[in-house]
């Protein structure tokens, strides 16, 4: 990308920041949707991962596009596009609620997630963009660091507005209602799930409105110029690259398990309910936020690689606790993953994108792509889950993810990540 600016816009920077906010909040919020439609429509572990399946698959099948559309136009472009579907996707939830069919979320999610990801693919380089190059990634880190505010927010709205007004009678109680009965208590618990998403979409069509009358930096990509077949073949080839995209799809989908059952697995464990088991899913995500200071900071000792590696094997033991022990101390292992995870997805893009000159975008593009992980691990984890009729054992997963992790680490020990590369990806 190319800027002449010698200064950063404050407006024209703010209004794009505020996008790494509502992302996060948008990403963790449908978290917590498995342990929602787990309740409300008496579903399997299997049928409510579907949830991250839509998600996330939307995002693996927008993020090559999203990086084509602001090659051809502007950024700021790509930032109404993207914008657009994130509020079209919100409002389908009213639709939604009203048919109450399962699909219908789905379709509305899977729309929503489209949006996120060409804001994802966006907002980066053009905060990088607006103003000065040496200061690039100093304007980028401070944008990502209203992210993780963006995920806490998330959580305390599904927890206050949608868990907490979930009935408490569960699957069997349920199964002797008359289909009046159930009917009148899954409309109401449906239209808790769509105001929480409805409200944000008004925020968010303000949001789009006040972008599309200010006058931004017209930033666009340094050429439209792009070999694409030469590039993946030249990417195919690289072992460092290929592996990278390996351990990025077996990481998202660790992360996407253990976040998506953290929920549900605490019920079980503790005996409480969702409003309940919402907090330690709160708790987990401001230890990923501590957690990754920490790491930053240590990265001045430790290369990437080896912490990469260290923190892999650590989390292991943690999930391995979550398997074997029960109560309040497996609890607590679960919450400690997360601590774990923080630095694992900006190590491997930035590992990942080591040396590779101009295939970077499309290297990078890449390692969005198998966020896809995310979508697919999940569902696995829930068809474990059912047919051992525990979602303890179905952890298993995660375990075998973090050991693919550990050793994509153990290859890249002596490498150092490109700074600007982990720079973009800090916000996982």
Known sequence: MNSSRTSTPLLPFVLITSLFLMWGLANNMTDTLLAAFKRIMSMSDFQTAWIQVAFYGSYFC?????????????????VLVGLGLFIAGSLLFYPASQTMVYGHFLT???????G?????????????????????????????????????????????????????????ARASMTPEQLNAIQAKELAAVMGPYVGVAVVLLALWAVIAFTKMPKATDETHVLDFGATIRRLLKNSNYVWAVVAQFFYVGAQICVWSFTIRYVMQELGVDEDAAA?????????FIVSRFICTALMKFFSPGAML???????????????????????????????????????????????????????????????LGGALLPLVQGQVSDMAGSISVAFIIPLICFGLVAYYGSRTRRQQPVPTAYAEAEKY
């Open 279 to 287: 907090n330690y899913y709160l708790a987990a995500l401001l230890l």
């Open 62 to 78: 927008l993020a090559l596009p999203a990086a084509l559309l602001i090659k051809r136009y502007t950024y700021k472009t790509g």
């Open 116 to 172: 996120l990801s060409i804001l994802e693919t966006t907002a980066n380089p053009y905060i990088i963009a607006m103003g000065p190059e040496e200061s690039g990634t100093r304007r980028l880190n401070l944008a990502q660091s209203f992210n993780p505010i963006g995920s806490v927010i998330g959580v305390l709205l599904s927890k206050f507005f949608i868990l907490s007004q979930l009935d408490r009678s569960d699957a069997l």
């Open 108 to 114: 509305a999610l899977f729309i929503l997630a489209g």
């Open 309 to 371: 590696m260290s923190l892999a094997i650590l989390a292991m033991v943690c999930t391995g606790m979550v398997i074997l022990f029960s109560g309040l101390v497996s609890v607590i292992a679960l919450v400690m993953i997360s601590g774990c995870m923080s630095l694992m997805f900006p190590t491997i893009y930035g590992l990942g994108l080591q040396g590779l000159g101009t295939d970077t975008k499309i290297g990078g593009s890449g390692l969005i792509m198998a966020i």
